[in-house]
């Protein structure tokens, strides 16, 4: 095939980043490629994300590729809405990077040696509630922009710390800014954080198996197949803020074999801002199924800790 494959992508840094990395691999396979930048209503807005909802980063690629103008787009994988576009495959999830979170501080603090009182930046539900549980007196504020702007403002004076995705700062070359990576028993990611989706039209069989084969990864789709499955589950029944954490881990069979199985961990809001966790662990070839397993449990803990006072 000679045909140059069209990549489609955002023209922030990160997804210049995450692009050109995909675009290397296939090179490196012997394609040949072309990075078509499109923007989106998300980079033009500077209102929160909270605001501005679900899929404003990753509707104009889908729309794009869906059109014919690319022949692949790639996403950060937790900016895609849970619905499917029937139009579009998935057609590849990459390696993923580390998921966890990050703490950019002044002072080169860590979360504990931030006093009360401080103030992070961040403009996600999720982090912001799974900050306040900590019990550690941080205030949290909303932020929105790029990387270099968040962190300015630790720099400026203007916030004690922010918290970004890892991920992200690793794909733009900025790890030395992190003053703690934090530990997903305190602060579990989105779904699907530091996973990439590349996608291709669904009739687009040869483009799909390609990059199937050239870039997909076993344990990171079936680890982000379980948290958005997780994601989806939930969504159908609260608007809290979640977090999700699969991963494939060594595990033994009843006659003492190794086997590997699929572990998560999950988390949501109640009502009343506090926290209830589940997790489980499944086969690999099941991996939606433990997504909704630990839905079901997070909506039924929820539930409980509504109606009962008193517990965690
Ligand atoms: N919400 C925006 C967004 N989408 C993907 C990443 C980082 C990279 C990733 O998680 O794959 C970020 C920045 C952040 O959350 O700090």
């Known amino acids: ?124 539900p999720r982090r912001a509630s799974q900050l306040e549980a900590l019990g550690l007196g941080l205030e949290t504020r909303g932020i929105r922009g790029n990387v270099d702007t968040r962190m300015r403002k630790v720099s400026d004076g203007e916030l004690d710390a922010v918290v970004l995705a890892r991920a992200g700062l690793a794909r733009v070359g900025r790890l030395e800014v992190i003053t703690e990576s934090l530990d997903p028993l305190q602060m579990l990611p989105a779904p699907a954080q530091g996973a990439l989706a590349v996608e291709c039209r669904v009739d687009d069989v040869d483009t799909e198996h390609l990059l199937q084969s050239v870039l997909d990864d076993e344990a990171s789709r079936v680890a982000v197949a379980a948290e958005r ?34 572990s998560m961990r999950g988390v949501v809001a109640t009502d009343e801002n506090r926290l209830v966790r589940a997790s489980a662990t499944g086969e690999t070839t099941a991996a939606e199924q433990l997504g909704r397993d630990v839905a079901a449990q997070l909506l039924e803990a929820r539930a409980a800790s509504l109606s009962g006072p008193g517990s965690s």
């Open 229 to 262: 499955a997780m994601l989806a589950a939930l969504e159908a029944g609260c608007t809290a803020p979640v977090g999700a954490l699969a991963g494939v881990v060594e595990d033994l069979d009843d006659d003492g074999r190794v086997v590997y199985r699929l």
């Open 1 to 124: 095939m000679t045909r140059t494959l069209r990549i489609g992508t955002r023209g922030s840094a990160l997804a210049m980043a995450q692009s050109s990395m995909v675009a290397e691999e296939l090179e490196r396979a012997g394609y040949t490629t072309e990075l078509v930048r499109i923007a989106t209503s998300g980079d033009q807005s500077q209102a929160p994300v909270t605001e501005i909802g679900v899929g404003v980063f990753t509707s104009a690629l889908r729309e794009a590729l869906a059109a014919g103008e690319v022949d692949v787009a790639v996403h950060s994988y937790k900016d895609l809405p849970t619905a499917p576009d029937p139009r579009l495959a998935l057609a590849a999830v990459p390696p993923r990077e580390d998921p966890r979170d990050a703490l950019v501080a002044r002072d080169d603090l860590t979360l504990g040696e931030l006093p009360p009182g401080s103030v992070v930046g961040t403009g996600s």
